[in-house]
């Protein structure tokens, strides 16, 4: 009976681990709120019901999500040393996911965890996310006929999905998923799946192309580069390097005809001064940064004398505007401390993974070191995302990481 009752709860928890997953494309999602409660429920029965604790050994692992867990408590210990905690309440509400998630790391997933039931679910919800917007909210001949079809589908997506930032980093995950699938599975995949994932990662490169976001369409650039770069490794090196070589100038080229890179857009781009108010601040206090809120506090203050008239009028009514560079910002809250945690978040996992997914780790590394130079990652709305990926790219007990050595 007892082993019934665990089975149950290992699916409802792993199902729910998959709908935090889905819902995380959209901005604003009761699926979400729900599945977060039902997952930290159940994993708090599973927790005392498999005796978890007697598992917990001290290791990399233990290590890093000690690391993760350590620097969740800067931000509620800041917190109480701050002059006005007037942002504390949303600025920790973000990072929430670090904590929740980071307990789980230490005290383990269950066994029916698998890291293809999480790229299938992220390439899915991507796909229905596009197709809503294209067929239910735009209609498929307005798109076909409307010139300014990528403007309507930026609107659009704006209003029921998510801005460009998100959306188009979940795109990338996925093309990184649909990579991961047909490397590890092609032999005995049939060749109307292997099509259809093909025809999916068209359309989720033609959706990043026509994006007015210019981070998520480089990053897809550049892993299209890097996937393409491990694969000729393996098979000829001198046509890897060659690769290596061209791409800087191909993607210098694809950028440059980007809709958004050119010089009316450059001139009102923000992320400038964002980059000279942070760099001033942490000059000032480099080694122990200013605290949570007084960091948000002292940058809003700041940025008032570097920021341009555009600038200005545009955020009149918007409050919370931090330095859209992860480094920078988390170096402005808890100063080289700070920083060297954040650093070790990002790169310790490559001490520990399966050599199976040293490639897989490697291309979301390169996906979210990138991505935070130009936002917040994970004291943002990326936190979620980078977590429950950490999570399955660590799992020792998922099976499908011993299927197929990748650097073989």
């Keep these: 009976m007892k082993s019934k009752i665990t089975g149950y709860l290992n699916y409802i928890n792993l199902f729910s681990f998959l709908s935090i997953a889905a819902a995380s494309i959209y901005t604003y ?20 019901i498999e005796k978890k604790w007697e598992t917990i050994k001290f290791d990399k692992k233990t290590v890093y999500f000690s690391i993760i867990f350590i620097f969740f408590l800067l931000a509620p210990i800041s917190s109480l040393f701050d002059n006005t905690p007037v942002y ?6 973000r990072r929430l996911p670090l904590l929740g998630f980071s ?98 990662f068209v ?30 490794w393996k098979l000829k090196r001198k046509a890897a390097i060659v690769l290596l070589i061209l791409m800087p100038f191909v993607l210098y080229s694809a950028i440059s005809h980007h809709r958004r890179v050119n010089k009316d857009y450059v001139e009102i781009e923000p992320r400038f001064f964002f980059c000279e108010t942070a760099l001033h601040l942490i000059k000032q206090k480099p080694f122990l940064g200013y605290g949570l809120s007084n960091a948000q506090e002292k940058f809003d203050t700041e940025r008032v004398k570097y920021q341009s008239e555009y600038f200005r009028i545009w955020s009149q ?43 897989l780790l490697s291309l979301f590394v390169v996906l979210y070191s990138y991505h935070s130079i130009f936002d917040m990652f994970i004291t943002g709305q990326f936190a979620t995302v980078f977590s429950i990926l950490i999570l399955l790219i660590l799992d020792d007990n998922d099976k499908s990481s011993n299927e197929i050595k990748l650097n073989q």
């Design 317 to 359: 009514k918007i409050n919370n505007v931090d330095s859209h560079n992860q480094y920078l910002q988390t170096t402005l809250e808890f100063g080289l401390v700070g920083l060297l945690l954040l650093l070790l978040i990002y790169y310790f996992p490559f001490s520990m993974v399966n050599s199976s997914r040293i490639t």
């Design 88 to 93: 504390v309440k949303y600025l920790l509400e």
């Design 103 to 200: 307990i789980v790391g230490l005290f383990g997933l269950n066994k029916l965890y698998n890291i293809m039931y999480l790229f299938k679910t992220l390439i899915i919800s991507s796909f229905v996310a596009i197709v809503y917007l294209i067929f239910f909210r735009i209609g498929i001949n307005e798109y076909i006929k409307n010139t300014l079809r990528a403007d309507l589908f930026q609107e659009c997506r704006i209003k029921y999905v998510h801005g460009h930032m998100m959306f188009n980093f979940y795109l990338n995950i996925s093309i990184i998923g649909i990579w991961y699938i047909l490397s590890t599975t092609w032999k005995k995949t049939s060749s109307i799946i292997i099509s259809l994932y093909i025809i999916i």
């Design 29 to 48: 999602s009761y699926v979400m709120k729900i599945s977060y409660y039902v997952f930290f429920i159940s994993y708090l029965i599973e927790i005392f």
């Design 203 to 232: 359309l989720f490169m033609y959706v990043l192309l026509i994006s007015e976001g210019r981070t998520g369409f480089t990053e897809a650039f550049v892993l299209i580069f890097a996937m393409a770069f491990f694969q000729l």
